[in-house]
């Protein structure tokens, strides 16, 4: 069934196309198109996202999340997503998260919490050495293409953690939920509605604080405003915040290396793999 079929079901509305266009701006641009229509006489702008299975199944867990105002799907099939056309700016990089994005992150959390969306990888210890291996392909690449010491350091200490046993054990541990696990700034888009949060591509079934070690990381912001609509939409169930914090700390570090690697120098590499490195012994530290 086509898109604009689904949508006017949806909508209880003929649905006309009235001029569409690519999206500009992103990494997916070509395969996201702005459209305007015409539906039921009403003026609408959609945005229409061909994708791929794990962020189809990403919104359809999305779908089901109640209290969250915007930034769910209007339609989902199997390859493509329409949804509101958001006419907004990125947060700037080091600008605060607002208040609602913590909470639309709450809920979704809260929602999943212990149970496993169906169509999404599972953040375990398989899926650990498989990032370690991918981002290896990078540092290692970077190490051939400069000569610079810092890969060479970082190929050595990824290459220690893909089996590390303390990493494994805080896998074991910890409990897992959907998270979004690209909550950077410029996944926010800020409009006179207020932020939306977009682009599910990344989701995974994992523990719940890499979505706050990803904002983090980018810049210190404050999370109070999750802790507190977490604890409140959940009665107070137990993140294990002492194992959490440290094990997504070096999550997060290890995955946006590659992209480091690639993009950012040999200098922001070491920077990352410092980062990393002191997780890990945070999380040593509490795991004995």
């Known amino acids: ?16 196309v009235l001029r569409r266009a690519p999206l500009a701006g992103g990494y997916v641009a070509r395969s996201v198109e702005r459209i305007e229509l015409d539906v039921g006489g009403r003026p609408r702008t959609i945005v229409l996202k061909r994708t791929d299975p794990t962020e189809v199944a990403a919104m359809r867990a999305l779908a089901v999340v109640r209290g969250i105002r915007r930034g769910q799907a209007l339609a989902i099939g199997p390859d493509w997503l329409v949804l509101d056309h958001v006419d907004g700016t990125p947060l700037d990089p080091a600008e605060p998260v607002p208040a609602e994005i913590w909470e639309v992150l709450a809920r979704v959390h809260a929602q999943w919490w212990g149970k496993r969306p169906r169509g999404l990888p599972v953040v375990d210890a398989p899926f650990w050495r498989s990032l370690v291996d991918r981002t290896l392909v990078a540092v290692r690449g970077g190490a051939e293409r400069t000569g610079e010491p810092e890969y060479r350091a970082a190929a050595r200490a990824l290459a220690g953690w893909r089996t590390d046993p303390v990493i494994e054990a805080a896998l074991a541990l910890l409990p897992r939920t959907l998270v979004h696990s690209d909550v950077h700034r410029g996944n926010v888009l800020v409009d006179a509605d207020g932020p939306v949060l977009i682009d599910w591509g990344n989701a995974r079934v994992a523990p719940a604080d890499v979505d706050l070690a990803v904002p983090s990381a980018q810049a210190p912001c404050p999370t109070e405003p999750y802790e507190e609509a977490f604890a409140q939409i959940t009665g107070g169930a137990d993140r294990r915040t002492a194992i959490a914090q440290p094990w997504a700390w070096l999550h997060v570090h290890v995955q946006y290396l590659g992209f480091a690697a690639d993009h950012l120098g040999a200098t922001r590499v070491a920077e ?17």
């Open 1 to 16: 069934m086509s898109w604009d079929s689904v949508l006017a079901r949806r909508l209880g509305a003929p649905v006309r």
């Open 272 to 288: 990352m793999i410092d980062e990393a490195s002191r997780a890990h012994a945070r999380l040593r530290s509490v795991l004995g």
